[in-house]
Each structure stands twice: as structure tokens, then as C-alpha cells.
Nanobody, 125 residues
């Protein structure tokens, strides 16, 4: 089992940057694909970014491509989401999630088994 704890959220202005971190417990972090998701009030949860076990493969939603970067440090059991040029429409609760996979890069929230508690990101205009 994996426990995930997000940090790094906050209130920023449009154009600012934030880096979210997600620390995972356990010794098998490198066997999990990791995803970042977000959910704004009244909206469905959406996939923001995902990264494979080794970090070689990544995925970004079109809405964040070129502005967000997902990375991971398996030695530190941590995955990151660097968010630049933030926009008010990025305001949401951001969640990290883990999915044990042999290969591939899961993109759907339904595929992920373990979730953090979420961290709020608010971008003012």
C-alpha cells in the first residue's frame, strides 16, 4: 500500500509559479506510475499530467502543455508538478495518485489506486 501527501499549494497571482510535491511512503515507489489530477468546484476531476515509473514517459493535458512539468525522484519517493504561467482557470484542488503498473502510462483517474488528500491552488487574476 502507498500513502501520498501533497504539499506546495497556495494562493498566487496570474503569471506566477508554484511547485507541488507529492511524497509517497513505502519502498516500492519506483514501481508506480504517478499522476496529477485536479478538480475545480462544480467540475469533474481531470487528468493534468502523468509520469511513468522511470520518468521516461510523460503526459500533459492540452490545457497545461508548455506550462507544467511533471518529474519524479525515485530516491526521494517524491513526484513533482512545476506549474508556471499560472492562470485563474488553473484554480482547483490538485491531487496526486499512484498506480501499480508493469508498463504503460495510465491516464484515467479510474486506473489509479492510491490518492493523496489534495492541495488547494488558487490563482487570482
Amino acid at each position: 500500500q502507498v500513502q501520498l501527501v501533497e504539499s506546495g499549494g497556495g494562493l498566487v497571482q496570474a503569471g506566477d509559479s508554484l511547485r507541488l510535491s507529492c511524497a509517497a511512503s513505502g519502498r516500492t515507489f519506483s514501481t508506480y506510475a504517478m499522476g496529477w489530477f485536479r478538480q475545480a468546484p462544480g467540475k469533474e476531476r481531470e487528468t493534468v499530467a502523468a509520469i511513468s515509473r522511470t520518468g521516461i514517459r510523460t503526459y500533459y493535458a492540452d490545457s497545461v502543455k508548455g506550462r507544467f512539468t511533471v518529474s519524479r525522484d525515485n530516491a526521494k519517493n517524491t513526484v513533482y508538478l512545476q506549474m508556471n504561467s499560472l492562470k485563474p482557470e488553473d484554480t482547483a484542488v490538485y491531487y496526486c495518485a499512484a498506480d501499480w503498473v508493469v508498463g504503460g502510462l495510465p491516464l484515467s483517474a479510474n486506473e489509479y489506486d492510491y490518492w493523496g488528500q489534495g492541495t488547494q491552488v488558487t490563482v487570482s487574476s
